[in-house]
């Protein structure tokens, strides 16, 4: 690997680099615990036991002693005793989840965060509940991790900057599924950019794109409701869409590097999707951050193509390639010669996040970074409702204006639901 030549780029830094930094270096808010005891063991209460819930309590039991599993909750409730039965086999005494402490149905996650031995709870569930999952768990005085993306549109950002001001105020964490915020090798690069080593950032380029995604049929006899719970990537209102559940990562890493985006135009559409899939297949966003910054996003998913989840950012005297996954970063200056490169490991930092948690909440500096986690995700939406609308879009409107919902507050598990199709741009309408 070759040896950065700090001195050289380090003259480069300029006070705009500097003023980047500031909104990058310190990334999350440590809340001020108010008369709450610290714990040695955090009981943990998972709702959502798919994928990503059986990988994160996985996560948490690997590497934290003194964390134990003691409730879960999940629409079926047999699907979480299997995930409880594969932990306790590989985790032993952590796993202690009586039968009694397994929940099933739309009403689950309250039983889970209104268990008095739950400290913290795991929402892991699709996307569209978590804004309002995060505010119980916090109104109930509970630790929070929470998988991205934590809000789909403005109503779910307005509930989570209620929550950090909550969280912050009572001294509760949360901890969100950003793993790249803590994935060695973006932490260096960024940090790499802040001291200058690529001049002023100025530009990139984020791409999320991926072959297809699963889909999921619909069972004899299941309601319109448990169909789309069951589908849920399909259907807007409970996936935002591929850039807010998947590239959602990348607008984040774009969003630690630059801030908050004023402005995007987008455009996009859709060839492969099944027939009532509500998701389009690719989206082109120009986002434009403070200074006029422009940051060209793709995002697409189809299937037999290639795969190119990775990012580039072009400074006034180099350039960084961060690369997803396992791909590693690098650093060129501005004639093309490699000055510094680290290997990726996604593993170990989808580990590391649970480990900050918990060593946040024992040491009684609870660290809550709903905030960032918030804003990555209202970029994303506003990206969205561009591509869908065809029309500008600002960060003004997002945060002031939008009073967009796209959660059914009402859902019953046997409610008939029509879907609105797919959005077509000029008709859809930015309510
Ligand atoms: N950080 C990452 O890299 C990463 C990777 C994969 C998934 N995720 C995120 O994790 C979340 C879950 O994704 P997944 O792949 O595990 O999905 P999944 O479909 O495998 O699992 C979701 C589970 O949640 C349950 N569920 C849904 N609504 C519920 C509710 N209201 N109450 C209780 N249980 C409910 C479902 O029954 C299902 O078991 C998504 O937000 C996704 O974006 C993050």
Redesign the pocket.
């Known amino acids: 690997m070759p040896t950065p030549d700090r001195r050289q780029f380090l003259k480069t830094a300029t006070a705009a680099t500097a003023a980047t930094a500031a909104a990058s270096i310190v990334p999350f808010s440590i809340g001020a615990p108010k008369g709450r005891r610290a714990l040695e063991t955090v009981n943990i209460g998972v709702?959502?036991?798919?994928?990503?819930?059986?990988?994160a309590c996985n996560d948490t039991l690997t590497i934290n002693d003194n964390v134990r599993l003691v409730a879960m909750?999940?629409?079926?409730a047999e699907?979480a005793m299997k995930t409880r039965d594969a932990l306790k086999e590989a985790h032993g005494e952590k796993v202690s989840v009586e039968d009694q402490n397994i929940f099933g149905?739309?009403d689950?996650?309250e039983k889970v965060i209104d268990h008095p031995d739950v400290d913290l709870v795991m929402l892991?569930?699709?996307?569209g509940?978590?804004p309002w999952?995060i505010e119980r768990a916090v109104q109930a005085g509970k630790h929070v991790f929470a998988?991205?993306?934590v809000c789909l549109d403005p109503a779910g950002w307005h509930a989570c900057r209620r929550s950090q001001e909550q969280a912050i105020a009572q001294g509760t964490a949360i901890v969100t599924?950003?793993?790249y915020r803590r994935q060695k090798n973006y932490v260096e690069a960024i940090k790499r950019i802040n001291e200058g080593m690529i001049g002023e950032p100025m530009s990139a380029t984020a791409r999320y794109c991926s072959t297809g995604i699963w889909y999921r049929d619909r069972e004899p006899g299941m309601s319109d409701a448990e169909y789309q719970?069951r589908n849920?990537m399909h259907f807007i209102w409970l996936s935002g869409d591929q850039i807010s559940?998947?590239a959602v990562?990348n607008i984040d890493v774009m969003n630690w590097i630059f801030g908050n985006p004023e402005r995007c135009f987008a455009t996009g559409g859709r060839f492969t999707r099944p027939e009532d899939s509500e998701m389009w297949d690719q989206m082109t966003v120009d986002y434009y951050y403070p200074g006029n910054k422009l940051i060209s996003f793709r995002c697409r998913q189809v299937p037999g193509t290639t795969v190119d989840p990775h990012n580039v950012i072009y400074g006034t005297e180099g350039a960084c390639y961060i690369k997803a996954i396992n791909g590693g970063a690098s650093i060129v200056d501005k004639n093309g010669e490699d000055v510094w490169a680290m290997r990726g490991n996604i593993g170990a930092a989808?580990r590391q996040e649970h480990k900050d948690l918990v060593d946040s909440i024992v040491a009684g500096q609870p660290i809550v970074e709903l905030q960032q986690t918030a804003d990555s995700s209202l970029t994303a939406a506003m990206g969205r409702m561009s591509a869908y609308s065809g029309k500008e879009m600002t960060w003004d409107f997002m945060t002031n204006t939008s009073e967009l919902d796209t959660f059914k507050h009402d859902l019953t598990i046997d409610q008939a639901m029509e879907s609105p199709g797919y959005a077509m741009p000029g008709e859809w309408k930015l309510t």
């Open positions: 709702v959502g036991t798919g994928g990503r819930g059986s990988g909750g999940n629409l079926r699907k149905g739309l689950a996650y892991t569930t699709s996307p509940f978590r999952h998988e991205k993306p599924g950003t793993q719970l849920w559940e998947q990562h989808y």
